[in-house]
């Protein structure tokens, strides 16, 4: 199966002027449908929604969705591009800028995943705020050969529509967030399925601006605690000491051996 088209799944909760600077780095040669959720803002995210979606039929907006679950909102949007006909799906954060060839360069790693059969089922871009500057991302020269490694970015990430089913998509338990990303990251591994990093797809990624918006943080610490406590309750210990036989055992998974299965 090669890609022809790509769904752009970006959550957003105000920071309006952080999703207008996302939305028009957006560049690739395949065509795409790009679903933005908006999470109950309150700036000009909903009336620029609103202009967007009128002017390109290519923007779809889901509005207030009824979840305070990150995994949940993912799962939709997902759902949504699936539903649009996409062949494969990136999902991101709303505080980026990609490179001219990030989403180029992804699809061409996860097609020739399926070309090998090797594996590889998600792939994230590389994010490069240490060593650039928002502007210096659009002309950063990409690293000659590039490399790669099993430790995902969820801030940009490209995903096989066939895994996320088979794996039964991301987990909702976790709210507002925190966790749905090792969670998922757990699955894939338990089932044998890979999810990697390139470094020549390139973005920059602000960081913590949903969260660093309200007094005191959005997201504060007992609850990261009660989410990293659902996931020891869940895999019995934390991500980088969980015990992958140990656990396909407990939840009678065979790991999978070629993406034919999927």
Known sequence: MSINKVGIVMTCMNQVAYTQQA?????TKYPYQLIIID???????????????????????????????????????????????????????????FHPVTIDNLVARLDLAHEKNDLVVMVSACN?????????IFTLPLPRPSSEA??????????????????????????PCYFEDN??????????????????????????????????GLYKSPQFEINRAIYVAKFGAEPDKINLLRLREQFRIRPVTSLGAL
């Open 183 to 216: 969670d998922f990251h757990t699955v894939l591994k338990l089932h044998n399925l890979k999810a990697i990093s390139i470094t020549n797809a390139p973005y920059y990624h602000f960081g913590s601006i949903t969260q660093n918006q309200l007094p005191g």
């Open 23 to 27: 939305v028009a780095t957006i560049k």
């Open 150 to 175: 099993e430790h995902p970015d969820f801030s940009c990430f490209l995903l096989d529509f066939k895994a996320w089913k088979y794996v039964g998509g991301f987990s909702h338990e976790y709210k």
């Open 128 to 136: 490069r705020r240490g060593d650039t500057t928002p502007e210096g």
């Open 39 to 97: 999470d109950y803002s309150m700036d000009g995210t909903k009336a620029w929604l609103k202009e967007l979606t009128d002017q390109d039929e290519r923007v779809v907006a889901i509005i207030d969705p009824d979840t305070d679950s990150l995994g949940e909102k993912w799962n939709m949007g997902v759902a949504v591009a699936e539903k649009l006909g996409c062949d494969a799906v990136l999902v991101c954060n709303n505080d980026i800028l």
